[in-house]
């Protein structure tokens, strides 16, 4: 991360267990429009930490 | 982050963004194509140099295309593009730009870290000078600021002065705005509202749209109108912001790596260039943008690499001076190579003229001149021969070029709002 804060896996992984229960929701919900739009919405804004966090906590990792 | 890590981050995130590019928009796999180039082949730094530039105008040759308006450019279903926004149109026709939520999340997030590193906080008071409408603008900066908590006052659909006291009434203390309009709020403030802007409590500026807060007069002379700190920012309607000040103020903008990367390439032999001091064409590439990707874009400025680490501790790479002008604006005069940001800087560092100026080149002739239009400030008006006599020394100084100086009364040059248009070259092609 730009400012050396440290990332680890227990926060990667909640990362990305919200992305999959909000996708899970949206399979549930995604009928409901009110479901869908916000599922919509929170997917974009999870894709952000997937950016600032997972992306490099998986390089530093493999490397 | 390691700067060893963040280019491997960086290759990763290229290969990433250049296969979504190649598999869903029939522009980049034309133009992939052509070259004899996939994805796979692109496996270390020396292979980004094979990618093929991508230019505005390929841009628009796609969108001629269907689906209106994005063409073949567009690598999503229409229906998933939320966002329209529009270049300026400066040099051509414009470019549309579409946006996915996602992708418009993103470009909050760019701006998110740009804010953030200019010091704006949640306790922050935000006011937008600018026309809520096609051009991207301050969008971005709206969105991202109330990411980060700032309250953000819209001043679309104000003029200059109901801008000023709606700033003044709300007791705002940061705003956003163009260099060139940040000046001539200022001179609305002393010439129409009798208003020191510096009584304003203005603590920081934040300056987009043109290079102007990284040219040094220009910066100091916002700096002491305003008396606070003032940024800038870098970035382009298909490319997003990219660059930024930080509160350390190194004297140029850093690049954000986690989001972008930005190439330098020599103007004359286009090979890369990674030594700090050396002038170069900024070729972009967005890492995480959808619907429009941005792969090696010829943004047509030029600038060069700092060579010394941030106070601020950040590692991204910072441009010395900023941005130190436009490819399609550096031109031979009579032979010799010309920036137009140059005479900006010798223009404002002259305290007894105005904020505002203007350049023309024509041939004369078998001769090219350069005409410097410029406004005395009005208390200077019996001043004009000790100026005439400074500004051309400075001029000849600093670009080894005479030209000839045209001095009009305060008020007579034309005021902009976005995208100052001050150097005019009406030489006809061939002539250059």
């Not at chain 2, 203390?173 to 010439?191: D, H, S």
């Amino acid at each position: 991360m730009a400012n050396g804060q440290t990332v680890d896996a227990t926060m990667v992984e909640t990362i990305l267990r919200i992305k999959r229960e909000v996708e899970k929701l949206r399979e549930m919900g995604g009928h409901l429009p009110c479901v869908d739009r916000n599922c919509e919405r929170l997917l974009a804004s999870v894709a952000m930490l997937e950016l600032d966090v997972v992306d490099p906590f998986n390089l530093a990792s493999a490397g | 982050m390691p700067r060893e890590n963040l280019r491997d981050l960086q290759l990763a995130k290229f290969k990433r963004i250049l296969r979504w590019a190649w598999e869903k928009s029939p522009l980049y796999r034309r133009l992939y194509d052509e070259a004899g180039l996939v994805p796979e082949d692109i496996r270390t730094w020396e292979d980004v140099a094979r990618v093929p530039m991508l230019e505005k105008e390929h841009y628009r040759t796609a969108q001629a295309k269907e689906p209106w308006p994005y063409g073949d450019s567009l690598c999503v279903p229409l229906s998933e593009v939320t966002e329209y926004h529009q270049t300026s149109g400066t040099t051509g026709q414009p470019v549309y730009q579409p946006d996915t939520w996602r992708d418009w999340e993103w470009q909050s997030e760019c701006w998110s870290y740009i804010m953030w590193a200019m010091g704006f906080r949640n306790t922050d008071r935000v006011f937008l000078a600018f026309g809520y409408n096609v051009f991207i603008a301050y969008w971005t900066g709206h969105y991202a600021g109330e990411k980060i908590g700032c309250q953000i006052i819209p001043g679309g659909g104000l003029n200059t002065v109901e801008r000023i006291l709606k700033m003044k009434e709300l007791r705002v203390n940061a705003f956003m705005a163009t260099p060139t309009y940040v000046l001539g709020m200022a001179e609305t403030c002393r010439t129409k509202l009798n208003i020191d802007p510096a009584s304003l409590g203005i603590r920081r500026i934040l300056c987009a749209g043109e290079p102007g807060a990284s040219v040094p007069a220009t910066k100091r002379r916002i700096e002491e109108a305003w008396q606070c700190d003032v940024y800038d920012h870098v970035g382009a309607t298909e490319i997003g912001g990219w660059g930024y000040e930080c509160t350390a103020k190194p004297g140029g903008p850093h690049v954000n790596e986690a989001m972008y990367l930005v190439e330098l390439i020599d103007l004359e032999t286009g090979r890369p260039i990674e030594e700090p001091g050396r002038l170069g064409r900024i070729v972009i590439t967005t890492f995480d943008r959808h619907a429009q990707p941005c792969v090696r874009f010829d943004a047509k400025d030029v600038a060069m690499w700092w060579d010394k680490d941030c106070a601020c501790g950040r590692t991204f790479r910072v441009l010395a001076g900023g941005i130190q002008g436009r490819t399609d604006h550096i031109t031979k005069v009579k032979g010799v190579l010309f920036s137009p940001t140059s005479a900006e800087d010798v223009v404002r560092r002259i305290p007894e003229l105005s904020d505002e100026f203007e350049l023309v080149v024509e041939r004369r002739g078998d001769l090219d001149e350069i005409t410097l239009k410029v406004e005395l400030m009005p208390e200077c008006a019996g001043m004009e021969a000790a100026v005439r006599e400074k500004l051309a020394r400075d001029f000849r100084m600093t670009t080894n070029l005479n030209c000839h100086l045209e001095f009009h009364a305060f008020g007579q040059l034309p005021r902009y709002e976005v995208k100052a248009r001050r150097f005019k070259d009406l030489r006809k092609p061939g002539q250059h």
